[in-house]
């Protein structure tokens, strides 16, 4: 498939290591993710003070997202027209497990609405949204492995049709302290063509 769209940045968060475009911007040895994210949110000075309120998912999103856009100069105080497309294999199961443990605890029985709120995995969507005022379509697909083929597809789409001028796409995928995030910002200009062969590349990379 060709198209006239280019990616124009991506971040990898993975195997204790944050990447912005192919390099390194933070590595920690911490084993567990929330020490591992709790010390990349303060070194790459995120500052978003309801990001310790997040579920794992939402946090790991959210990092990669603003990693990103703060590399594109992103003003948080203006609208975008910048639509969001992930995806991911486990939804929002690491909280749905949290929210079902506290139904079944019958002697401390209180299941929470602040963990309550993050049992779907589009809800990191929002949070990334409201940051940086992204006012435009977005989308949570769920498959088993990252498809580039859909994801080019439907973004692609979305800019022909003017839903939106950028999308910010990729997967996103938070299990059992295992983790992962590939995100990337697909425009008309870039020096990276917008197709499923290239995504993969970088996905790889």
């Known amino acids: 498939m060709t198209t006239n769209y280019h990616i124009t940045s991506y971040c990898h968060i993975k195997n204790q290591k944050v990447s912005l475009n192919g390099h390194e911007v933070f590595h920690d040895n911490s084993e567990l993710f929330p020490d591992f994210i709790k010390n990349a949110y303060k070194a790459l000075d995120t500052k978003y003070p309801k990001f310790f309120k997040m579920d794992n998912l939402s946090k790991l999103a959210f990092l990669a997202a603003d990693t990103l856009l703060k590399n594109e100069n992103l003003n948080p105080e203006k609208e975008h027209n910048i639509a969001v497309v992930f995806s991911n294999k486990a939804a929002s199961l690491d909280t749905d497990r949290m ?92 020096k990276t063509a917008h197709n499923k062969k290239e995504i993969i590349t970088l996905y790889n990379t």
């Open 99 to 190: 929210h079902q443990e506290a139904i079944q605890n019958t002697s401390d029985y209180f299941p929470s609405p602040a963990v309550f709120v993050y049992t779907l995995p589009n809800i990191c969507i929002g949070e990334i949204s409201i940051k940086y005022k992204l006012f435009s379509e977005n989308s949570f697909f769920i498959f088993d492995s990252l498809n580039a083929e859909h994801l080019a597809s439907y973004s692609n789409s979305l800019l022909d049709m003017k839903k939106a001028d950028q999308v910010l796409c990729g997967w996103v995928n938070f299990d059992k302290n295992h983790y992962e995030a590939f995100l990337y910002l697909v425009a008309k200009n870039g």
